[in-house]
């Protein structure tokens, strides 16, 4: 497999995995298809409660789209339209809309497009010698508004601005400080990292996650909650795992929860 998109589940966790590792891991447009297929994958697989994103092997996440095929697939206007609204949107679109929780596990360089990626993820953790940026303005094209988006809505214009005007390469810690990853360790312990996140996620009530990761994007619209909305903020009360969660405590023993 010189390419693609592998997937992977144990233990309530699916790991997508980006795979071309002859171009660090660069994402093509069979790769992007096969990224919205993944994500639609772990919607209709029940039992996964925690999606963890990486890159193959350790030298990157992402080092950007694939430039070689740019010729081909970005060769017109209708062409690059298509690109951008239909591959690219739908596989970041997913990964953003997913109701489980994600984590992005970065090792090297997240560039271009894999900061795209890593952007939409709810968690992102890195190792202390990774990269990021978008240093496109050197090859002369403008990144897609509709994919600026997620990071004018993640660090807000100042901060995209600076990576685009600039097109500099940033350090793990300045990326930290800049509000582009939740939290950085050593590179040998990034994977681990990744997996206790994930392993602390799966250990709570799947329903809950799914309702903060639901609040937190109603909330970010600005407007009053409705009376409705606030009832439905308690649904919680109707679910066995609210009663399981208090029993544990009440026995001080571990909760075993079931999503229901």
């Known amino acids: 497999m010189d390419s693609g998109i592998l997937f992977d589940f144990s233990a309530g966790i699916a790991t997508v995995t980006l795979h071309n590792p002859g171009k660090l891991n660069a994402v093509n447009a069979e790769m992007w298809r096969g990224l919205?297929?993944?994500?639609?994958?772990?919607?209709?697989?029940?039992?996964?409660?925690?999606?963890?994103?990486?890159?193959?092997?350790?030298?990157?996440?992402?080092?950007?789209?694939?430039?070689?095929?740019?010729?081909?697939?970005?060769?017109?206007?209708?062409?690059?339209?298509?690109?951008?609204?239909e591959l690219v949107a739908s596989a970041l679109d997913a990964i953003r809309s997913c109701a489980l929780p994600t984590v992005a596990a970065i090792r090297?360089?997240?560039?271009?497009?894999?900061?795209?990626?890593?952007?939409?993820?709810?968690?992102?953790?890195?190792?202390?010698?990774?990269?990021?940026?978008?240093?496109?303005?050197?090859?002369?094209?403008?990144?897609?508004?509709?994919?600026?988006?997620?990071?004018?809505?993640?660090?807000?214009?100042?901060?995209?601005?600076?990576?685009?005007?600039?097109?500099?390469?940033?350090?793990?810690?300045?990326?930290?400080?800049?509000?582009?990853l939740s939290r950085v360790v050593d590179d040998a312990r990034v994977f681990d990292e990744a997996a206790a996140c994930a392993a602390r996620i799966c250990a709570g009530a799947p329903l809950v996650a799914r309702w903060h990761k639901q609040w937190v994007k109603r909330l970010?619209?600005?407007?009053?909650?409705?009376?409705?909305?606030?009832?439905?903020?308690?649904?919680f009360l109707a679910t066995a795992d609210y009663r399981e969660g208090l029993d544990a405590f009440l026995h001080k023993r571990t909760p075993r929860f079931t999503g229901r």
């Open 108 to 180: 090297g360089a997240c560039i271009g497009g894999g900061l795209e990626i890593a952007g939409c993820c709810d968690i992102r953790i890195a190792g202390e010698s990774s990269r990021f940026g978008a240093p496109i303005n050197r090859l002369g094209f403008s990144m897609y508004p509709g994919e600026m988006a997620g990071l004018l809505a993640l660090v807000g214009p100042a901060v995209v601005l600076e990576i685009l005007l600039e097109g500099r390469i940033l350090s793990a810690r300045e990326a930290l400080d800049k509000g582009l």
């Open 36 to 85: 919205s297929s993944a994500m639609q994958r772990v919607a209709q697989t029940p039992e996964v409660r925690c999606v963890i994103l990486r890159g193959a092997g350790e030298e990157a996440f992402a080092a950007g789209g694939d430039i070689e095929e740019f010729l081909t697939v970005r060769a017109t206007v209708e062409d690059a339209l298509h690109y951008h609204d």
């Open 220 to 235: 970010m619209n600005g407007a009053p909650l409705s009376e409705a909305e606030k009832r439905e903020a308690f649904d």
